[in-house]
């Protein structure tokens, strides 16, 4: 089993961007995605995360407004769309999914069984 995370670069403040997350070995349709991210010299947070029937949580406040998530089941992806980016949105991103939740996110790490490599996202002011 896989995930693929992709989609980050460098964009200025005020730019968007889409992560995408695309898994392979099994399907994640009956099963919880979240979006992590972890900048320099801080702890992993949990952005939010959408159950496996597409009910959205996010853990964020500062992304609330901004950031949107999705999934596409036929594609076993997921996708975190970011607009308005902040500087203080730079961090390394993961993507992770849950298996042993019945389909329900958390924003607890430890929930998580299959994590993507994490893609950068940098936004300059």
């Known amino acids: 089993v896989q995930l693929q995370a992709y989609g980050g670069g460098l964009v200025q403040a005020g730019d968007s961007l889409r992560l995408a997350c695309a898994a392979s070995?099994?399907?994640?349709?009956?099963?919880?995605w979240a979006w992590f991210r972890q900048a320099t010299g801080k702890e992993r947070e949990c952005v939010g995360h959408i159950s496996w029937s597409g009910k959205i949580t996010y853990e964020t406040d500062s992304v609330k407004g901004r950031f949107t998530i999705s999934r596409d089941n036929a594609k076993n992806t997921v996708y975190l769309q970011m607009n308005s980016l902040k500087p203080e949105d730079t961090a390394v991103y993961y993507c992770?999914?849950?298996?042993?939740?019945?389909?329900?996110?958390?924003?607890?790490?430890?929930?998580?069984?299959?994590w993507g490599q994490g893609t950068l996202v940098t936004v300059s002011s």
């Open positions: 992770a999914a849950a298996t042993r939740r019945a389909g329900w996110g958390t924003s607890s790490e430890s929930d998580y069984e299959f």
């Open positions: 070995g099994r399907t994640f349709r009956n099963d919880a």
